[in-house]
Antibody, heavy 121, light 105 residues
């Protein structure tokens, strides 16, 4: 059974940093591109960042570019999101997601339960 | 950045009726278009991928169509559990989500 479990969410002050983790199990983690998607309270889904297999490429939404860094550790079957210079607009539930296909250009067929990040003074 | 525009924002229907949801892309995404369903307090669930393929376990009343810039999700004979928010998503250039359509009773 595929499982994605996020951790690392917290209440942080504006300008602070946080590192999210996503522990994967039930599939061959290194074969699949992975993503972070967030959802602000009462709002829609917003893609945050994605990473290719092997970490060879990564993409970011304009809203987080230069502040967030995605990475993966295939040996630990884990996905990470380093978030710096946080603002109140980053307050959201953060989901990690697995792509359907090993070959990219595919949607997310499994999602974690989400982890809450609150940015407030 | 590819922008996805969903319409309508809200669709008010009754069980047994047919829902037709639209998603328009700012540039061609080929058939790299997916649809998700999200219920309150839950993670999104993949319904349709590659514009028209149902994901594993998705009932046949859900169908998708379209290519290029215009896409449609059709839900035939709405069941009570189908009332939810639906998002389209492109995977032609990384990911983008549409703003969502709420299907309500």
């Amino acid at each position: 059974e595929v499982q994605l479990v996020e951790s690392g969410g917290d209440l942080v002050q504006p300008g602070g940093s946080l590192r999210l983790s996503c522990a994967a199990s039930g599939f061959t983690f290194y074969e699949y591109p992975m993503h972070w998607v967030r959802q602000a309270p009462g709002k829609g889904l917003e893609w945050v960042s994605g990473i290719c297999t092997g970490g060879g490429c990564a993409g970011y939404a304009d809203s987080v570019k230069g502040r967030f860094t995605i990475s993966r550790d295939d040996a630990r079957k884990s996905l990470y999101l380093q978030m710096n210079s946080l603002t109140v607009e980053d307050t959201a539930l953060y989901y990690c997601g697995k792509e359907l296909s090993r070959h990219g250009h595919s949607p997310l067929d499994y999602w974690g339960q989400g982890i809450l990040v609150t940015v407030s003074s | 950045e590819i922008v996805l525009t969903q319409s309508p924002a809200t669709l008010s229907l009754s069980p047994g009726e047919t829902a037709t949801l639209s998603c328009r892309a700012s540039q061609s995404v080929g058939t790299y278009l997916a649809w998700y369903q999200q219920k309150p307090g839950q993670a999104p669930r993949l319904l349709i991928y590659d514009a028209s393929n149902r994901a594993t376990g998705i009932p046949a009343r859900f169908s998708g169509s379209g290519s290029g810039t215009d896409f449609t999700l059709t839900i035939n004979s709405l069941e009570p559990e189908d009332f939810a928010v639906y998002y389209c998503q492109q995977r032609s250039d990384w990911l983008t989500f549409g703003g969502g359509t709420k299907v309500e009773i």
